[in-house]
């Protein structure tokens, strides 16, 4: 079975790394971006991309 689903990605929610991994690593699955800014609260790492604001905690 081909697997075609568009996943729509909500930008107000934070992604587990585990749940979803970079589809390219280290490229935002949205829009592609490599240019990230990183954070860490409450001792997770969190990434989110600077072109759209998808996050995930890595
Ligand atoms: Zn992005």
Known sequence: M???QQQEIDLDKVYDYAEFPDKFSRRCDKCNSSYFKSSVKGGVFLRE?????????I
């Open 2 to 4: 081909e697997e075609k």
């Open 49 to 57: 991309c600077r072109e759209c604001g998808m996050k995930k905690s």
